[in-house]
């Protein structure tokens, strides 16, 4: 269990056979997926709901993701999820997969999400609503 709090939201992995690549760890290509799922459980998390992906939302502008650590078919890994800065028209998005037993740092990923209108196919302001989601939830931490 990860010892920062900071890391309001926790998710467990399960490692599939398939993410497996010839060199018997987690395809470095697979850990994009985990996050994914961090991001998804995240805004659920926030929102008590799938969060509104049309319309008004946000979209992913630029992802970095660095890997430090192998992880292995019988690891038991987790994904911590935080937003560490909302500005005016972006959001920050830090995450990492972390060793359960552990607490031990596999891999980082940082998000820059922007505000977007589906509709009219061009950024925004983040959200009002998403901001408030967020900083109540943030808050707690």
Same mark, same amino acid.
């Given at each position: 269990?990860?010892?920062?709090? *900071?890391?309001? !939201?926790?998710?467990?992995?399960?490692?599939?056979?398939?993410?497996?690549? =010839?060199?018997?760890?987690?395809?470095?290509?697979? !850990?994009?997926?985990? !996050?994914?799922? =961090?991001?998804?459980?995240?805004?659920?998390?926030? $929102?008590?709901?799938?969060?509104?992906?049309?319309?008004? $939302?946000?979209?992913?502008? +630029?992802?970095?993701?660095?890997?430090?650590?192998?992880?292995?078919?019988?690891?038991?890994?987790?994904?911590?999820?935080?937003? +560490?800065?909302? =500005?005016?028209? +972006?959001?920050?998005? @830090?995450?990492?997969?972390?060793?359960?037993? #552990?607490? @031990?740092?596999? $891999? *980082?990923?940082?998000?820059?999400?922007?505000?977007?209108?589906?509709? @009219?196919? +061009? #950024?925004?302001?983040?959200?009002?609503?998403?901001? $408030?989601?967020?900083?109540?939830?943030?808050?707690?931490?």
């Amino acid at each position: 269990m990860s010892k920062d709090k *900071t890391y309001r !939201y926790i998710e467990p992995v399960q490692i599939r056979f398939n993410d497996i690549d =010839g060199q018997q760890h987690v395809n470095n290509g697979i !850990y994009q997926q985990y !996050y994914d799922i =961090g991001r998804a459980g995240y805004l659920t998390q926030i $929102s008590g709901t799938e969060y509104q992906t049309g319309g008004k $939302s946000i979209v992913v502008a +630029s992802v970095q993701t660095d890997f430090l650590q192998p992880i292995f078919l019988h690891d038991k890994v987790q994904v911590e999820t935080r937003v +560490s800065k909302i =500005g005016n028209k +972006s959001i920050t998005m @830090e995450q990492r997969i972390t060793a359960i037993d #552990s607490g @031990e740092v596999k $891999s *980082t990923c940082t998000t820059i999400f922007v505000g977007f209108n589906y509709d @009219e196919q +061009s #950024s925004i302001k983040i959200p009002e609503d998403l901001r $408030s989601m967020i900083n109540a939830y943030e808050k707690g931490r």
